[in-house]
C-alpha cells in the first residue's frame, strides 16, 4: 500500500483508540465504582486526571519528537497508552485507577500532535489534504461511538474489556508504525523549555479542567472559577516568558501566519459550539425522550457515518472551491444543521433524525478536515513539530469549553423554564444556542487570504496573460 495511505491509517487507528477511550468510560462509571469500591462521583476523578495529564504533556510533545524521532515518540505513546489501559484493568482501588488514567493521559498527549506531525512531514502538500481526512474522522467517530460501546462492553461483557481492547490495537499500531512510518527527527537539537512547559502546562490544565466542569455541579462555582482564573494567570506568565526564548515550549510566533492563526482562532470558536454536541444530543434523546443509553447511542452514530462519507468528497470539493470558500459558507451549513437538531421531539420520526445527522457529519466532518489541514499551508518544515502542539492546545481547549457551553446553555434553559427536573424542553434553546456560537467562525475565515492553502487543495494558479495576447 502506498505512504501516503497506509500512514494516514495507521495514525487514524491510533487517535481513534485514543478519542474512543476518552469517552467510553463514561457509561461504565457505575460498574467500575461498585467493582472497584467506590462511589460513581469520586471516579469522575478518573475522567478529570486523564484530562489534565492530557493538558500538562501536550507542550512537550513537539520537542520530544524533534529529539528522539518522530517513529520512537509516536511508538511509545502507543505503548504507554496501552501500558495505561492495562493499568486500568487491573486496578483494585480508586488510587489505582486514577493513576492508570493518568498513565493513559501521558501517551495520549503525545500520540495525537506527534502523529499529525509524522502526517504532515511525511506527505506531500498536495495529499495532505485526503490524508487529514483519515485522522479527522477518529476525532468525530469517537466520542459518538464511545459511549454505546461503552455501554455494550459492559452490559455483555465486563467493563474491564473496555481497556484490554486496546492491547491488540496498540501492539499492531506498535508494528505498522515500526514498518511504515520515518523517524523524522530535527536536524538541530534545541534546548528543552523546561519553565515554559511547566507554565503552559499548568495554565492549559487550569483552564481545561475548569471549563469541563464548568456547569456541572461537579465542584463549588468559587473553585471552578480559581482554576480557570489560574489557569489564565499561567498562560499570561507563559507569554511573557515566551517572548524572552530562544526555543520556547510553545511557539506563539506562529499566530503570525494568517492560515495557521484563521485555522485556530477559528477552529476554535468553530468547536465550541459544534464540540457539545456529543453532550448534548445523548442527553436530550435519554432524559428528555426517554431512549435507552443504547438507543440514543445508535442514533448518535449517525454522524459519524455522515463523516466517514466525505472522506472521498474532500479533496474534490476543497480543488473546486478552496479552502476560504469551504470554510466560509460550510461554518454556516454546519451551524444550521446543529440548529436543526432544536426541532426534534419525541414524535420526530428516527429516521428523520437519522437523515439530519448523517448530512450534517458531513458537513462536519468537511469543516474539521479544512481546518486541520490548512493549519499547515504556511509552516516550514523546521517548525511543523511546534505547529501540532500548539493545534493540539487549542483543540484541548475548544473541546472542554465545548462541553461547558452545553452543559451551561441547558442550565440557564432550565432556570428560564423555573427550574424543576431537566426536561426535553430545555434543549432547544441550548441546541440554538451553541449553534449561534459556531457560525460566528464565519467572521475569522472570512478574513483568510483568498488563495489560503492553494497548493494544499491542488488549485493552479490561472496562467498570467502575455503582452501579445493584450495587444491581439
Known amino acids: 500500500m502506498r505512504p501516503d495511505r497506509i500512514v494516514p491509517l495507521i495514525i487514524a487507528v491510533a487517535l481513534f483508540m485514543e478519542n474512543m477511550d476518552s469517552t467510553v468510560i463514561a457509561t461504565s462509571l457505575p460498574a467500575i465504582a461498585a467493582d472497584i469500591g467506590t462511589n460513581p462521583l469520586a471516579l469522575k476523578l478518573a475522567i478529570t486526571s486523564y484530562l489534565l495529564s492530557l493538558a500538562i504533556f501536550i507542550p512537550a510533545s513537539g520537542w520530544t519528537a524533534d529529539r528522539f524521532g518522530a517513529r520512537t515518540v509516536f511508538r511509545a505513546a502507543i505503548a504507554v497508552f496501552v501500558l495505561g489501559s492495562i493499568g486500568c484493568a487491573l486496578s483494585s482501588s480508586l488510587t489505582d485507577f486514577v493513576i492508570a488514567r493518568i498513565v493513559q493521559g501521558m501517551g495520549g498527549a503525545m500520540m495525537t500532535p506527534v502523529g499529525r506531525m509524522v502526517l504532515v512531514r511525511s506527505i506531500s502538500r498536495r495529499e495532505l489534504v485526503g490524508a487529514m481526512a483519515w485522522v479527522t474522522t477518529p476525532a468525530l467517530i469517537g466520542p459518538v461511538l464511545g459511549p454505546p460501546v461503552g455501554g455494550f462492553i459492559t452490559t455483555y461483557a465486563t467493563w474491564h474489556w473496555i481497556f484490554l481492547i486496546n492491547v491488540p490495537i496498540g501492539l499492531i499500531g506498535i508494528a505498522l508504525a515500526t514498518r511504515y512510518i520515518e523517524d523524522l527527527r530535527a536536524e538541530h537539537r534545541e534546548r528543552f523549555d523546561l519553565v515554559g512547559m511547566v507554565l503552559a502546562g499548568l495554565g492549559i490544565a487550569g483552564v481545561a479542567f475548569g471549563l469541563s ?241 492553494a497548493e494544499m487543495a491542488d488549485r493552479l494558479p490561472a496562467p498570467t496573460e502575455t503582452s501579445d495576447e493584450r495587444t491581439g
Not at 468553530?270 to 440514543?296: D, E, H, K
Open 213 to 453: 466542569i464548568l456547569g456541572l455541579n461537579f465542584l463549588p462555582w468559587s473553585v471552578v472559577a480559581a482554576l480557570v482564573a489560574g489557569g489564565a494567570c499561567f498562560i499570561a506568565a507563559y507569554m511573557v516568558h515566551a517572548r524572552h526564548t530562544a526555543n520556547p515550549a510553545l511557539d506563539l510566533t506562529l499566530f503570525r501566519l494568517p492560515t495557521f492563526r484563521g485555522s485556530v482562532l477559528g477552529g476554535f470558536m468553530f468547536r465550541l459550539g459544534i464540540g457539545a454536541l456529543p453532550f448534548l444530543l445523548p442527553l436530550m434523546l435519554q432524559v428528555g425522550f426517554g431512549m435507552t443509553p443504547f438507543q440514543s447511542g445508535m442514533i448518535t452514530f449517525a454522524s459519524a457515518l455522515g463523516a466517514m462519507g466525505m472522506k472521498m468528497a474532500a479533496r474534490t470539493m476543497l480543488r473546486l472551491f478552496g479552502f476560504r470558500t469551504i470554510l466560509v459558507i460550510n461554518s454556516l451549513v454546519s451551524a444550521g444543521f446543529l440548529a436543526a437538531i432544536a426541532t426534534f421531539t419525541q414524535t420526530t420520526p428516527v429516521a428523520a433524525m437519522l437523515a439530519l445527522l448523517v448530512v450534517g457529519g458531513f458537513f462536519r466532518s468537511l469543516q474539521f478536515t479544512s481546518i486541520n489541514t490548512i493549519a499547515y499551508a504556511e509552516v516550514d518544515t523546521a517548525r511543523v513539530s511546534r505547529a501540532t502542539a500548539l493545534v493540539s492546545v487549542g483543540q484541548q481547549l475548544s473541546i472542554s469549553a465545548g462541553v461547558a457551553v452545553g452543559a451551561l446553555a441547558v442550565e440557564f434553559a432550565q432556570h428560564w423554564r423555573g427550574d424543576g427536573p431537566l426536561q426535553a424542553a430545555d434543549f432547544p434553546p441550548a441546541f440554538l444556542a451553541v449553534a449561534v456560537i459556531s457560525a460566528l467562525s464565519v467572521f475569522i475565515f472570512f478574513r483568510l487570504p483568498a488563495d489560503a492553502g
